[in-house]
């Protein structure tokens, strides 16, 4: 009975060393208007498949052909608005993304990303060769590109899945997410280079994994 004792009381303790917690949130996701493609900050490279060739008129479009493809390139945004309100979800992100689309910009994305917690989203910091950041979140994600009609404005709705791990003080919480970013240009651009106001492009459920 008593080395019985003895192991349920160890088994006991093991569980209450291996504890998890589970915390969720919402975030937006704002893109700021950096340059003429509003976010992007590194076009990458551009192909159009099945013989089309690009178009002149319009970045990241075809002319004929099935496809277009997108790798490389670069877009930063920022995290803001977090309910509860948590700074470790809050900062500047930047993502690179790639795409397989049809000529309708619709289609498969995926790429990689990071978020660095910061009181403000303050591009100038993140650029500034002299200022380094150990404490971050970074990951990848995958997702979906889709064309939606309504009765309002037509509308591009991509759908993401986001996976990632913290570094620096965040090291040993891991991250997941899902995302919902509405555009409506088929080059996806902030709304307010289209002039349709300052509303958060994307909008995030979070959930933060620690172990104990």
């Excluded at 009975?1 to 919402?26: C, D, G, N, S």
């Excluded at 997410?177 to 996806?188: K, Q, R």
Aim: with cysteine; glycine share 10%; charged share 20%.
């Amino acid at each position: 009975m008593k080395i019985l004792f003895t192991l349920l009381a160890a088994l006991f303790a093991l569980t209450v060393q291996a504890q998890t917690t589970f915390e969720h949130f919402t975030a937006e996701d704002n893109w700021p208007v950096l340059g003429e493609f509003g976010n992007i900050i590194e076009p990458g490279k551009f192909f159009c498949t099945g013989g089309g060739e690009p178009d002149p008129a319009a970045p990241f479009t075809c002319i004929g052909g099935n496809g277009i493809h997108i790798r490389g390139t670069q877009m930063v945004s920022c995290s803001t608005a977090s309910e509860p309100y948590d700074p470790r979800v809050e900062g500047f992100v930047w993502f690179d993304f790639a795409a397989n689309w049809d000529l309708a910009h619709t289609g498969p994305v995926s790429g990689n990303w990071r978020i660095v917690p910061y009181p403000e989203c303050d591009w100038s910091v993140l650029f500034n060769p002299n200022v380094e950041f150990d404490t971050y979140w970074e990951g990848t994600y995958t997702g979906k590109r889709e064309f939606v009609f309504g009765p309002e404005l037509p509308k591009w709705i991509t759908s993401l899945k986001l996976v990632g791990f913290g570094t620096g003080d965040l090291a040993g919480q891991k991250i997941k997410a899902t995302e919902e970013i509405t555009t409506y240009s088929p080059v996806p651009v902030p709304w307010e280079l289209l002039g349709l106001g300052t509303d958060p492009e994307g909008l995030v459920d979070i959930t933060i994994r620690t172990k104990y």
